[in-house]
């Protein structure tokens, strides 16, 4: 037997003949290359989607890519060049570094062009030669691009037959999820966490979509919180990454556009003024971080460091409405700490002014025995992420980002979580401010975990996941949609993998239920009040608001945009507008927009609509409140009271009460002399004989 016999006859046995010679034609579409995506190679032609590139975080799990690998693209790293399809020269140079060429002359793109071709062929042959051995077989189109960028609008999603999700983030996912909708594409849907594990097959009309259920967003803490009154760890490390790296070694020098947003809102305005203030004075921190005196420069660190930890704290303590629920701050002193004389609130003299705590940390080593004036045990060297830092570690937080700025190569720095500099930055500011308002403090580690973002990932997990997603997807192309499942992967040692039939569709979903369309038009010369026309066609008439995504572009009483170009209104390829019939009676027409063929006649309308016109659902109305013929009438035994019709009386005198039929079946006048004479105290007036009460007339006494 043949080696590609061999290698596939497992396969075969398993799939079955057909299903088997399917796969290497099957088109498939891979947004992501990172730890689930660079499992996923078992189909015929793969077109593999990345923006990212690779982090040195990714070499643990993400078997692909190795240490020369580093801040290359996850798509194009991930493919070697003899595994490329021969059907990549289709794809144009726009398509892979998208620049705008349209004001350029014809020479002057063709020379672009080719240097495009240039730098994508050297990306390439610094790949690794990786992907190939796993399947010969494969044919992989790689682009580094955003999935959400125009130019992979409803027909470049149709031309696949089945697309896998390995994102990271909500908000592609939602995207993806929604062109699969509108192209009609099955899609697997999946993630992991740690030893945790999901795979969700989508398919519209037959299953819930991605957005049928809601989704937590991302936690967000108020400004004032960050800025004035952390109480978590969390908290310290925001403020040092997303506020105080900004300011003294980025591009934004004064944050007024978040202390705007935050004072909308409703936060204090008093301390809103006091971070105002605090923020402006920050002009001359930059400016001593940048000068070249040497005089200044040497000081940068102490000038930073007695603005951010001694003068902004003392500024914040004079607000002491503040602090009558909450423990207040404690400035920071930086020469008492360098001096080992600096004694913060609650802590002994013991610790020789290193601002370590005599509390052990989670391997059970005292803190002050690792990192104050004690001796650091032989071992700690590597174990630098895991080990917790004094006050002392911490001061000189920023001479290495000085000293970069100086050289002049770079203008403003940013956070990236594998540069040690900017991350020993983060650690350290965001200790130095934890020490300061008594919130414990975080290793190097803990600070990486929480500042990059970092979800545990393992290797493991990714591999179940990514054999659970080729078996929902085999699924799929066989359209056995009876036996697709949703699969957890969970922590119960018991039932590792716990499988839950699909649910349908949710009716009120505004993402799987809307019916779409496609039309195909010039931006630049078709009119909005023209394609709503066209795609309502004889119902035209109807009261409808359109909208582009949340933007509303006209309603019943607001048709000024009508007349307006697709392109004015910044409605162009790739997006959608949405058809919502005012009265409630018709379900929402999305129409997704792409360009006119080749081939489409100039002296047309510029658009082509879709044939036949789509046909809205009738939305149900509300079951009726009134009862149901088939439920007999419930007639009530309660007499009505008397009222005379002429005068509009009510007698409101006692009403009698009705006598109870015998439970026992005695004969009347056969109750106790008790009974009967508590019954003739409230006024009721036994009948003695079976046949008296023939008009059922109770006489009141």
């Not at 705590?357 to 080593?365: F, R, V």
């Not at 018709?586 to 002296?603: A, E, R």
Request: hydrophobic share 35%; glycine share 6%; proline share 7%.
């Amino acid at each position: 037997m043949s080696t590609a016999k061999a290698r596939s006859a497992h396969a075969r046995a398993i799939l079955g003949q057909g299903l088997h010679d399917q796969l290497p034609n099957t088109k498939v579409l891979l947004v992501g290359a990172g730890g689930i995506g660079c499992e996923l190679f078992g189909f015929g032609e793969i077109t593999l989607l990345d923006l990212d590139t690779i982090d040195l975080s990714n070499l643990n799990r993400q078997f692909l890519f190795r240490k020369k690998d580093v801040k290359q693209s996850k798509a194009l790293a991930a493919v070697p060049t003899s595994a490329w399809s021969s059907s990549l020269s289709l794809y144009e140079p726009t398509e892979i570094l998208p620049v705008d060429t349209s004001s350029l002359s014809w020479n002057s793109a063709y020379w672009l062009s080719q240097y495009r071709r240039q730098i994508v062929g050297r990306a390439l042959h610094v790949a690794a030669q990786t992907a190939a051995p796993f399947n010969p077989n494969v044919s992989l189109n790689p682009i580094h691009g955003n999935i959400k960028e125009p130019q992979y609008d409803i027909p470049w999603f149709q031309q696949f037959d089945i697309v896998l999700n390995a994102l990271d983030n909500l908000d592609a996912r939602r995207h993806v999820n929604k062109m699969c909708m509108a192209a009609q594409v099955p899609l697997v849907e999946s993630g992991t966490a740690g030893y945790l594990g999901q795979v969700q097959p989508l398919l519209k009309d037959h299953t819930e979509c991605f957005d049928c259920i809601p989704k937590p967003t991302p936690k967000t803490f108020p400004v004032c919180t960050i800025r004035s009154t952390p109480s978590q760890p969390i908290h310290c490390i925001v403020w040092s990454k997303s506020y105080l790296l900004g300011q003294l070694f980025g591009e934004d020098e004064d944050a007024t556009g978040e202390l705007d947003t935050a004072e909308q809102q409703g936060e204090n305005a008093q301390e809103i003024a006091t971070l105002r203030k605090e923020a402006q004075a920050f002009n001359t921190v930059r400016a001593a971080l940048r000068s070249t005196s040497p005089e200044i420069y040497q000081n940068a660190a102490k000038i930073a460091f007695q603005k951010v930890f001694n003068a902004d704290i003392n500024n914040l303590l004079v607000m002491t409405d503040m602090w009558k629920s909450r423990a207040p701050p404690v400035p920071l002193d930086f020469d008492a700490i360098l001096d080992g004389t600096f004694i913060l609130r609650g802590e002994s003299t013991s610790n020789n002014g290193d601002g370590a705590t005599d509390q052990a940390d989670k391997s059970g080593t005292s803190i002050a025995g690792v990192n104050g004036n004690v001796s650091t045990p032989p071992n700690a060297a590597g174990l630098r992420d895991q080990r917790a830092l004094s006050l002392k570690d911490n001061v000189e937080f920023t001479d290495r980002l000085v000293a970069r700025l100086r050289t002049g190569n770079e203008s403003t720095i940013s956070f990236d979580k594998d540069d040690n500099d900017t991350l020993d930055f983060v650690t350290a500011a965001s200790n130095l401010r934890s020490a300061a308002y008594g919130i414990n403090r975080q290793t190097r580690w803990e600070v990486k975990e929480m500042a990059g973002n970092i979800i545990p990932a393992v290797a493991t997990t990714n591999a179940i996941v990514s054999g659970l997603i080729v078996l929902q997807a085999l699924h799929l192309l066989r359209r056995n949609y009876s036996a697709l499942r949703n699969v957890h992967l969970q922590y119960k040692p018991s039932v590792p993998l716990s499988t839950i039939t699909l649910s349908k569709p949710n009716s009120g979903c505004g993402v799987c239920r809307d019916t779409y369309a496609l039309v195909l038009c010039d931006p630049s010369r078709a009119l909005l009040g023209d394609i709503v026309k066209g795609v309502l066609g004889p119902n035209s008439d109807r009261e409808v608001s359109v909208y582009e995504d949340k933007r509303v572009l006209s309603d019943p009483d607001w048709d000024d945009n009508l007349e307006r170009t697709l392109e004015s209104l910044n409605v162009t390829r790739g997006k959608f507008l949405s058809i919502v019939d005012e009265e409630g009676e018709w379900g929402t027409i999305t129409i997704g927009l792409s360009v006119l063929p080749p081939n489409h006649p100039i002296d047309a309308p510029p658009y082509v609509l879709p044939s036949p016109l789509p046909q809205p659902t009738k939305k149900q109305k509300l079951p009726s409140a009134e009862p149901s013929s088939a439920t007999p009438q419930h007639i009530s035994k309660k007499r009505s009271l008397p009222i005379d019709m002429e005068s509009d009386i009510i007698d409101l005198a006692p009403t009698p009460k009705r006598l109870k039929p015998n439970p026992n079946g005695a004969a009347k006048g056969q109750e106790s002399p008790s009974k009967r004479r508590k019954l003739e105290e409230e006024g009721v007036i036994l009948v003695d004989g079976p046949g008296e009460l023939v008009d059922d007339i109770i006489v009141i006494d």
